[in-house]
């Protein structure tokens, strides 16, 4: 990860800059209303990479019980394939263990081959397919599944 980067929890005082980087990087993003409820979700676990300019990354899971389930991940453009996206992971599969967790899920486009690849290093498999899952453009996504164990989460 770039060294200039650090990781923290999420605020409410992020919102501007979260809405900002969900635009940034889809195109159906989540709106700041969206955002803020997710944030006070029971079991939710929000983690933000920044520099001294600003937001650089962030990544949004929520626990229920012992499963978890990775919401979105986004960095900025300008700090794509810097290793920040996978540090975020990462921190939240780590938070999730924390919370209990035994496995986790998540929604991928199939188009998206960057972050498959991310998601396949770290030990996530496919576990489905959601037809016309995503809009602005329609597409399939890809379910994804990972055990989650505290010496994996490590290891990653």
């Known amino acids: 990860m770039a060294r200039s980067c650090r990781l923290r929890p999420a605020s409410l005082a992020d919102l501007l800059e979260l809405a900002e980087l969900e635009r940034g990087a889809f195109s159906d993003p989540w709106t700041e209303a969206q955002l803020r409820d997710a944030l006070g979700w029971p079991g939710a676990i929000a983690i933000v990479a920044e520099n001294t300019s600003g937001l650089t990354g962030y990544v949004l899971g929520r626990v229920v019980v012992d499963q978890a389930e990775i919401l979105s991940l986004a960095t900025t453009a300008a700090h794509r394939r810097r290793g920040i996206g996978r540090a975020l992971l990462t921190a939240l599969l780590a938070a999730m263990v924390e919370r209990g967790a035994h496995s986790v899920w998540l929604e991928v486009r199939i188009s998206n081959q960057a972050a498959r690849a991310m ?19 329609l597409e399939d996504a ?3 599944r990972r055990e989650l164990t505290a010496e994996r989460v490590n290891a990653t």
């Open 119 to 137: 998601y396949q290093s770290v030990g996530f498999v496919a576990a489905g397919r959601r037809r016309d899952y995503y809009r602005q453009p």
């Open 142 to 144: 890809l379910i994804l």
